[in-house]
C-alpha cells in the first residue's frame, strides 16, 4: 500500500491546475493487475449486512483510475482525501488503468474501487466490445462528476466557407470534412460516433466526400485544428476545456449544438442526458449551446462490505466542497448528484447513506 501523501491547500491548487489541463485524457491509460491490494471484504453479501454506522476504522482501498498525472489521477487524490478526513488514517491507493479496464478489475475484486464513465457502464451491462460478456452485477459508490459535455468544436474558417452550421448541414451538403474523435481505445468515441451516424455521417461517406474521420488523443486533434489538418473536433469534456481556451487564442472557433434527434439517440444508445453549456463559457460563444453530458461514475467492489460503502458516501458527501472547487463544471455538484449514479445502481450501504440524508428517496 503505497503512504498517503500531505495534503495541503498547495496540493488543492495544484490539482485544480493539473484537472482543468487534463479531462481528455482520464481514461487513455492502460489497465493493470494489482494481486496484492488488500480488500476490505467480507464473505456475506453486502445486502445482507447490518451497517455499523457508529464505525470509525479506517478505510485502505486500492482505486482504479485512468492515466498517470490526468484528470483521473487528480480525482484519486481527492477522493483518498476525503477518506483521509473522514475517518483518520484512511487512504485510496491510486492504480493507474482505463475505464473499460477498471470494470473488469472491480468486478474480479482485484482493486476496491474504480473510476468508469456511463458510456464504459452501459457498453459492459450490453456486452459489446471491448467487453466479452455482459456485467450485469455492477454496483456504485457515487457519480463523482455529472457534466463532460459533448462538445463539437470547429473551424470557424470551414464552417464559413461551406456555410454549415451543424452536423445534419455537413451530411446535407455532403462537405468533404476532416472530423476527430477520441482514439478507439476511450469509449467517449462511441458516443461521438453515435452523434454522427444521427446525423448522416459515417467513415465510408466522408471519404466518398472527400474528408476523413480520424480517431486520435486531444493533443493530436488540436495540433491538427490548429494547422488546418482537421475541421471539426467532437469530445467529452468539461466547459470551460483548457485545450479549447489555448486554441481559441490563434484558432477561430465555433462551437455547435445537437439537434434533437441526436439527443435522443444518444440517450437510447448510451443513456446520456441533454445539457446546456451556457453562451459566454467561452469567449467566442454567443448563444446557449445544446448537447449531452456524461458522468464520471464510481464503482465498487462487492466484496467490500457495507458498513464501508457507507462510510465511503458519506466521505464524499463530507467533502463536497474539496470537490466543487476542482474545475467551475462542478461547482454546483450536490449530495443528490453524488448519488444519481444512472443505469448502475448504487451499493447497499451508499444507499443507505443517501436515503439516510435525503438525497433519494
Not at 492502460?30 to 445486502?47: F, H, L, M, V
Not at 459492459?124 to 457519480?143: D, L, R, V
Not at 454522427?196 to 476523413?212: P, V
Request: a neutral charge.
Amino acid at each position: 500500500m503505497m503512504k498517503k501523501s500531505t495534503f495541503t491547500k498547495w496540493g488543492v491548487m495544484f490539482i485544480c491546475c493539473m484537472l482543468i489541463t487534463g479531462m481528455a485524457a482520464c481514461s487513455d491509460g492502460e489497465s493493470s493487475q494489482n494481486d496484492q491490494s488488500a480488500p476490505a471484504t467480507s464473505t456475506a453479501s453486502a445486502k445482507a449486512q447490518t451497517i455499523n454506522k457508529e464505525n470509525t476504522d479506517a478505510i485502505k482501498v486500492t482505486l482504479a483510475g485512468g492515466s498517470v498525472g490526468g484528470f483521473w489521477s487528480g480525482l484519486g487524490q481527492v477522493v483518498s482525501k476525503s477518506f483521509g478526513d473522514s475517518y483518520g488514517g484512511s487512504a485510496a491507493t491510486y492504480e493507474p488503468g482505463s475505464g473499460a479496464g477498471n470494470i473488469k478489475l472491480v468486478d474480479e475484486n482485484q482493486v476496491e474501487l474504480g473510476i468508469i464513465q456511463d458510456v464504459e457502464g452501459v457498453a459492459a451491462e450490453k456486452g459489446i466490445p471491448p467487453f466479452a460478456h455482459k456485467y450485469e452485477n455492477m454496483k456504485a459508490i457515487a457519480t463523482i462528476y455529472k457534466n463532460a459535455t459533448m462538445q463539437i468544436m470547429v473551424r470557424d474558417e470551414f464552417a464559413k466557407k461551406h456555410r454549415v452550421k451543424s452536423l445534419k448541414d455537413i451530411a446535407k451538403k455532403e462537405v468533404p470534412a476532416r472530423i476527430a474523435i477520441n482514439q478507439q481505445g476511450n469509449l467517449n468515441s462511441l458516443a461521438a460516433k453515435t452523434a454522427l451516424e444521427s446525423n448522416g455521417i459515417t467513415e465510408e461517406k466522408l471519404k466518398k466526400w472527400g474528408g476523413s474521420l480520424t480517431w486520435a488523443g486531444s493533443s493530436q486533434r488540436w495540433d491538427a485544428m490548429g494547422s488546418n489538418r482537421m475541421d471539426v473536433s467532437i469530445d467529452f469534456v468539461f466547459a470551460p476545456d483548457a485545450k479549447v481556451q489555448e486554441n481559441e487564442v490563434h484558432t477561430d472557433l465555433q462551437l455547435w449544438s445537437v439537434n434533437q434527434d441526436t439527443v435522443d439517440a444518444l440517450k437510447k444508445e448510451w443513456e446520456l442526458p441533454a445539457q446546456t453549456i451556457p453562451k459566454g463559457t467561452y469567449d467566442f460563444q454567443k448563444k446557449d449551446v445544446q448537447t449531452v453530458g456524461m458522468r464520471g461514475i464510481i464503482l465498487v467492489s462487492d466484496k467490500v462490505n457495507a458498513t464501508d460503502q457507507y462510510k465511503m458516501a458519506k466521505s464524499l458527501v463530507d467533502s463536497l466542497k474539496n470537490i466543487q472547487v476542482l474545475h467551475p463544471a462542478m461547482k454546483d455538484m450536490t449530495a443528490k448528484n453524488l448519488a444519481d449514479t444512472g443505469t448502475i445502481p448504487l451499493a447497499p450501504g451508499a444507499e443507505a447513506f443517501y436515503k439516510e440524508i435525503g438525497a433519494i428517496k
